[in-house]
């Protein structure tokens, strides 16, 4: 069983800074690549940040610059600072990540449950 936990979302006001903290617990052989996404009211789900086992990173243009994604590979553990923030950064936030359960080459994708931020103007 394998679970995705995200923490760290809250109401902050525009111009601050969030850390989002991201979770994969269970029993499994690896973590491949790990993504923040997120969904405002009415939008569809977009991506926000990923980050692979090695550690290279890609970002949505909207947020480039001011989020950082990392990752602590032997916490499982993965984060998204999130400075500057802005109203239009107001959504749930999803993390996701591919997951290999014995197969070091078949990963399933796993989503926690989202955190709420809010950026208030």
């Known amino acids: 069983q394998v679970q995705v936990v995200e923490s760290g979302g809250g109401l902050v006001q525009a111009g601050g800074s969030l850390r989002l903290s991201c979770l994969v617990s269970?029993?499994?052989?690896?973590?491949?690549?790990v993504g923040w996404y997120r969904q405002a009211p009415g939008k569809q789900r977009e991506l926000v940040a990923t980050?692979?086992?090695?550690?290279?990173?890609n970002y949505a243009d909207s947020v480039k610059g001011r989020f950082t994604i990392s990752r602590e590979n032997a916490k499982n553990m993965v984060y998204l600072q999130m400075n500057s923030l802005k109203p239009e950064d107001t959504a749930v936030y999803y993390c996701?990540?591919?997951?290999?359960?014995?197969?070091?080459?078949?990963?399933?994708?796993?989503w926690g449950q989202g955190t709420q931020v809010t950026v208030a103007s």
């Open positions: 996701n990540g591919q997951v290999a359960l014995y197969d070091p080459h078949n990963y399933f994708s796993y």
């Open positions: 269970g029993s499994f052989f690896s973590i491949n690549a």
């Open positions: 980050i692979t086992s090695g550690g290279t990173t």
